[in-house]
């Protein structure tokens, strides 16, 4: 999954190796790095209903209160700690009921509730270099935060990189080791554990480069016992005058297969090829992206730990989402468009997706329309975000999980 509709057309790139504390946060003590820490966090009111018209089954609805509560230690020599703690818990109330089947389990689990130290990690920081271990949040094309629910993802990794300023260049090396939140099916809540990434975790590695006008980056992922990955994207803004920019990017994923931790071929094969176009025109902006999807028959495309980087991925819908080794080739595309007026930014977004039959069996073709507004207060201070999905499986005689339609309001205050 990722978010309805983006509004800038660069998938997300950077690690989230910000330095906590700026040179007047710098601690000279064990004292004062605790001391001169900062405390942040968001508190998350949200609802979300699904209505489905497939055969037996019933429409869901939850509501849940949740969010964040984090601290972050000043730097001492460079070295800085940070942890923090997300929770979030049904309102039985206001909630479908579960033993009826008709809670909704995508914001809280199907427990109901989750609380878990997400991050916890140490971080050092070093003219130019970077270095992050530990529970904590990453945004890569394959390995993402996702934060289209009550919390994002947060991953245990250990992360390197080396940024060179003046040259616009930065690289990226580690190791993910596992992962909790939604697109993980709350792992921790229900296991007790987190998700792997791989049988032994997911070694990348990365090269950014940008400047005034390209944004580009070559990506490696070696998912272990599953397949090996590449993924680079260039990304052109033109800015024509201060009411008018075009932004054009391209994209290529490529997979091949491993044997899985059995011996056998893991079935993750393929490639996808897209491009977007975006302008943003005095306060309206307009997109159009597509993804050509590449498989062979009885394989399947992998788009990551979380909403993916493909440009044609909406609220439920992505690129890859049919290809999951019952079809063969497919593409996708997207046309949206969103204004802004008064602080409120109106958007709306179709999206279209085919795949081929393999050999004795049927083709596939789902769209899906998100439409819905955000709103931001007093600079970030609070903001809400409301969504209506409307998905239809255009192949299938009969009703399919694809003939769902939803609706999310989420209502965060920040401090």
């Known amino acids: ?49 699904n209505k489905t018209e497939t055969a037996g089954a019933k429409d869901t609805s939850a509501t849940a209160i949740g969010g964040q509560l984090k601290f972050e230690t000043a730097a001492i020599k460079g070295f800085s700690l940070g942890v923090a703690m997300y929770t979030s818990h049904a309102i039985s109330g206001l909630s479908g009921d579960a033993k009826d089947g008709e809670f909704n389990g995508e914001l809280t689990s199907d427990n109901g509730q989750y609380t878990e130290v997400a991050e916890s990690y140490i971080n050092f920081d070093y003219e130019g270099f970077n270095f992050r271990g530990g529970r904590q949040l990453i945004d890569t094309p394959l390995a993402d935060s996702d934060d289209i629910r009550m919390t994002p993802h947060t991953f245990e990794a250990y992360i390197a990189s080396y940024t060179l300023k003046d040259l616009g260049l930065s690289f990226i090396a580690g190791s993910v080791l596992n992962w909790q939140g939604v697109d993980s099916d709350y792992a921790n809540v229900t296991n ?95 997109s159009v992206a597509y993804d050509s999807v590449s498989v062979k028959d009885g394989n399947q495309i992998f788009e990551g730990f979380g909403g993916g980087s493909s440009y044609t991925n909406i609220d439920t819908m992505t690129a890859g989402t049919l290809h999951d080794g019952t079809v063969g080739d497919g593409s996708s595309y997207t046309i949206g468009a969103a204004y802004e007026i008064a602080g409120v930014n109106i958007f709306g977004v179709y999206g279209d997706y085919q795949a081929d039959a393999v050999t004795g069996g049927v083709k596939a073709h789902v769209t899906e329309i998100n439409v819905g507004l955000e709103y931001e207060y007093n600079e970030g201070e609070a903001d809400v975000a409301f969504i209506y999905v409307i998905g239809e499986d255009k192949e299938s005689s009969a009703k399919t999980d694809f003939d769902n339609d939803r609706i999310q309001l989420v209502m965060n205050y920040n401090f």
């Open 1 to 49: 999954m990722n978010k309805f509709i983006r509004l800038s057309l660069v998938a997300a790139l950077a690690i989230s190796t910000s330095v906590f504390a700026d040179e007047s946060k710098e601690a000279n003590s064990i004292q004062e790095m605790f001391s001169k820490g900062t405390v942040s966090g968001q508190i998350r009111l949200g609802y979300a209903a």
């Open 192 to 286: 007790g554990v987190w998700a792997k990434t791989g049988e032994d975790g997911t070694y990348v590695g990365a090269v950014t480069y940008s400047n005034d006008i390209i944004e580009a980056s070559a990506w490696y992922y070696d998912v272990t016992k599953a397949a090996s990955a590449i993924y680079t994207d260039v990304t052109g803004t033109i800015a024509i005058n201060d009411d008018i920019e075009i932004v054009v990017a391209a994209q290529y994923l490529g997979e091949s297969e491993k044997d899985n931790a059995a011996g056998a071929p893991s079935t993750i094969e393929g490639s996808i090829i897209g491009a977007m176009v975006e302008a943003g025109i005095y306060g309206a902006t307009l």
